[in-house]
Nanobody
Framework: QVQLVESGGGLVQAGGSLRLSCAAS????????MGWFRQAPGKEREFVGS????????LYADSVKGRFTISRDSAKTTVYLQMNSLKAEDTAVYYC?????????????????WGQGTQVTVSS
């Protein structure tokens, strides 16, 4: 089974940038939708974006569009979430996830494999 290991979280000033990585082990992730989600205290897990398919298809939540970018390495073993112009409301635990391809893959229950999560805190 694929395991997902996240890294890159931390504390950042508002307006700053942070890059999260999600490394997959066990097998290629090329056949999965790879999603990024976040969960703030007291809130449900929220879709951030996803990358899947060939040619690659990327979706972003409206709340992060234009500020965040998702990418995948050429070996298809790691996905990234580049976060720019961070705001205090971006503070959350960020998770990467892998799921079987569906129509859109924007819901948490459409993903079966999850990373451990990494805390992103944006100070203001």
């Amino acid at each position: 089974q694929v395991q997902l290991v996240e890294s890159g979280g931390g504390l950042v000033q508002a307006g700053g940038s942070l890059r999260l990585s999600c490394a997959a082990s066990g097998r290629s992730i090329s056949s999965y939708s790879m999603g990024w989600f976040r969960q703030a205290p007291g809130k449900e897990r929220e879709f951030v974006g996803s990358i899947r398919g060939y040619p690659v298809y990327i979706l972003y939540a409206d709340s992060v569009k234009g500020r965040f970018t998702i990418s995948r390495d050429s070996a298809k073993t790691t996905v990234y979430l580049q976060m720019n112009s961070l705001k205090a409301e971006d503070t959350a635990v960020y998770y990467c996830a892998a799921g079987v391809l569906r129509s859109r893959n924007i819901l948490p229950d459409e993903y079966d494999l999850w990373g451990q999560g990494t805390q992103v805190t944006v100070s203001s």
